[in-house]
C-alpha cells in the first residue's frame, strides 16, 4: 500500500488534538469549550491546509503488523495499564486514570472522603481539584466512563501503541521508506548507562542502570515509557512531525501541542522551534510565519493550560541553580556535568557530527542539552529528564540515520569498519533497554506467578480522593492537589 504523508499528518493531527478537545468539554465552561474547540479545530484545518507535502512510502500489511504488535508488547511489558509490574511511577499513573474514569470533570476532591485517618491528618479539610498534565488519559478515560475501569486500561495500551506506531512511520517518512531500524531505534535509544553502571557498581559496590549520576541523568527511551509514557509518546510524535515539515508554518502549532501533553518538554522544543522558523530567512517565508496555526493556537493553550498547570504552585518546590545542590562541591559537580555530557548524548554527538556540523538543527539541540542542567526544577529534576525529550529526539533522529548508513554498508561490504564500529555502539548502549527488559519480563512473570508478597506501586495511592498509603499523602498534597482553587484563575476563567 501507498501511504501519503499528508494522510498521515491528519491521523497523528487528530490523535494529538482529540484529547484536547475532551478536555476543553470536560473541564471548562460550555461557552468556552465551545469556542476553544471551534479554534483548535480552525487551527489545525489551516495547518493541513498550508501543507504542500506530497511525499509517499510504499509500506507492506506485514510491516503495519508487524510495528502495531511490536508496539503494543512494548507498552505492555513497559507497564502502561498496570497489567504488569510497573516502575515507582505508576503509584500515580494508576491513580490518575482511575479518578479520570470515576470522578466528574473537573475533578474535585472532598478530603472528608479519606478513609485513612493518617492520611486526613496530613492533607487536612475541605475540597480541593487535582491538577496535573493528564492529557494523555482522557480518550481511555472516556472509553473507562462507558464501560469501567478495566477497559479504560485496555484502551490506555492501545492508545499509547497508536501513538508509537504513528511515530514510528513519521521516521519511515524521514528515511524515505519503512525500515526496521526506525523501532528498534527507537526502542533502545539512550546513554551509555551500562558502561557507568559497570564502573560505579566496581567501586561503589551498587548503582542504578538509569539515574547513576547524581543530579544529571537523562533516561532512555524503553525507561521513558516505563515512567512518563503520558509526556513521552505525544512528544515523539510531535516531534516527528515537526522535524517531518519542510516549511516554518505549522512551528508554533506543534510547540503548542505540546506543551498541552508536557510544559517540560515545551521547554527543550522552543528553542528548536526558533530554530526552524528562522531556518529560511527571505523575506517572503517570514511573513509564511505569520499564520493561523502559529498564532491561535499558542495563544489558545497556553491561556488555557498555562493557568490549569501552574494553579498548583508547590509541585515545583524544590528549585535552583544546580550549584546549589553541590554545597562546596565544585569538583564534583565539574565531574558528574561532563560524564552526563559524554554518556549521555557527547558520545553520540560525536559520532554524527561529521554528518550535521553544518546543520543548524544539530547545534541547537546540542547547545539545549549543555545549557539545560544549569537550573534544577523538581526533587527529580524533571526539568532536564523531560525537559530533554526534543532535543534527545533531534539527537536520536540524526544517529537513525547514521544507523541506516552502516546497515547499508555492512550489506555491501561486512567488513565494512566504520559499519561495524557504528553498529557496535548501538549494541552497547542498547544493553541498559534489554536489561530493563530483562527485569521487566522476570518481576512481571514473578508477579503473575504469585511470588513474594511485595505491594505493586499502582496499590499504593489508588484514588487521590482516598489515598491507601500515608506516606504518599505529602506527594499527593505538593503534587496533585490546588487548595483554595476557586480563587484560581483558571477555576474562575474557564473551569465549570
Known amino acids: 500500500m501507498v501511504l501519503k504523508y499528508r494522510s498521515l499528518l491528519i491521523a497523528a493531527s487528530i490523535y494529538l488534538l482529540l484529547p484536547v478537545v475532551i478536555f476543553f468539554l470536560g473541564f471548562t465552561k460550555l461557552y468556552w469549550a465551545i469556542i476553544l474547540s471551534a479554534l483548535t479545530f480552525v487551527s489545525a484545518f489551516f495547518v ?101 475501569l478495566m477497559a ?91 522535524l517531518n515539515s519542510r516549511n516554518n508554518r505549522s512551528v508554533g502549532f506543534w510547540g503548542a501541542l505540546c506543551f498541552c501533553y508536557s510544559p517540560w518538554a515545551t521547554v527543550g522544543m522552543v528553542p528548536l522551534a526558533i530554530c526552524k522558523l528562522y531556518e529560511d530567512k527571505s523575506g517572503r517565508n517570514f511573513k509564511s510565519i505569520l499564520t493561523i496555526g502559529n498564532i491561535v493556537m499558542p495563544i489558545v493553550t497556553l491561556a488555557v493550560f498555562g493557568l490549569y498547570y501552574t494553579a498548583n504552585s508547590g509541585a515545583t518546590d524544590v528549585k535552583g541553580f544546580i550549584w546549589n545542590f553541590f554545597p562546596n562541591q565544585v569538583g564534583s559537580m565539574i565531574g558528574c556535568y561532563l560524564l552526563y555530557v559524554l554518556v549521555e548524548f557527547g558520545l553520540w554527538s560525536l559520532l554524527i557530527f561529521k554528518d550535521q556540523k553544518n ?99 499502582k496499590d499504593e495511592i489508588v484514588s487521590f480522593g482516598d489515598i491507601a498509603d500515608e506516606n504518599q499523602a505529602d506527594l499527593c498534597r505538593r503534587q496533585f492537589f490546588v487548595y483554595e482553587y476557586e480563587s484560581k484563575p483558571f477555576y474562575r476563567v474557564f473551569g465549570k
Open 48 to 148: 493541513i491546509r498550508t501543507i504542500d507535502d506530497k511525499r509517499t512510502i510504499t509500506i507492506s500489511k506485514k510491516y503495519i503488523i508487524g510495528i502495531a504488535l511490536f508496539c503494543l508488547a512494548w507498552c505492555y511489558i513497559a507497564g502502561i495499564g498496570e497489567f504488569t509490574w510497573t516502575t515507582a511511577d505508576h503509584n500515580v499513573r494508576y491513580a490518575i486514570l482511575n479518578d479520570v474514569v470515576n470522578y466528574k470533570w473537573p475533578i474535585i476532591y472532598d478530603l472528608s472522603t479519606q478513609s485513612n485517618p493518617l492520611v486526613l491528618e496530613q492533607l487536612g479539610s475541605g475540597s480541593v481539584a487535582f491538577a496535573y498534565y493528564l492529557i494523555f488519559w482522557l480518550v481511555p478515560g472516556l472509553v473507562g466512563k462507558l464501560f469501567g
Open 359 to 457: 546543520n543548524p538543527m544539530f547545534w541547537v539541540a546540542l547547545i539545549v542539552l549543555l545549557v539545560m542542567p544549569i537550573y534544577k526544577i523538581t526533587k527529580a529534576n524533571d526539568f532536564l529528564m523531560r525537559g530533554s525529550l526534543a532535543p534527545i529526539f533531534v539527537i536520536t533522529t540524526y544517529v537513525l540515520q547514521k544507523v541506516d548508513t552502516a546497515v547499508s554498508a555492512l550489506k555491501k561490504n561486512g567488513n565494512d569498519t566504520k559499519a561495524v564500529g557504528v553498529i557496535g555502539m548501538l549494541i552497547v548502549s542498547a544493553c541498559t533497554c534489554f536489561i530493563l527488559l530483562a527485569v521487566s519480563i522476570s518481576a512481571t512473570v514473578q508477579l503473575y506467578r504469585g511470588d513474594g508478597d511485595s505491594i505493586q506501586p
Open 152 to 242: 479504560a486500561r485496555v484502551a490506555l495500551i492501545l492508545w499509547s501503541s497508536l501513538g508509537l506506531v504513528l511515530t514510528v512511520l513519521a521516521l519511515n517518512f524521514m528515511q524515505k521508506k519503512p525500515m526496521v531500524t526506525a523501532f528498534v531505534l527507537l526502542f533502545v535509544f539512550g546513554g551509555f548507562d551500562i558502561v557507568m553502571y559497570i564502573i560505579t557498581s566496581a567501586i561503589n559496590g551498587g548503582s542504578s542502570f538509569e539515574g547513576w549520576n547524581r543530579e544529571f541523568y537523562i533516561h532512555g527511551n524503553y525507561y521513558q515509557t516505563m515512567n512518563t509514557f503520558n509526556q513521552t509518546i505525544p512528544c515523539w510524535l510531535i516531534m516527528s512531525l515537526f
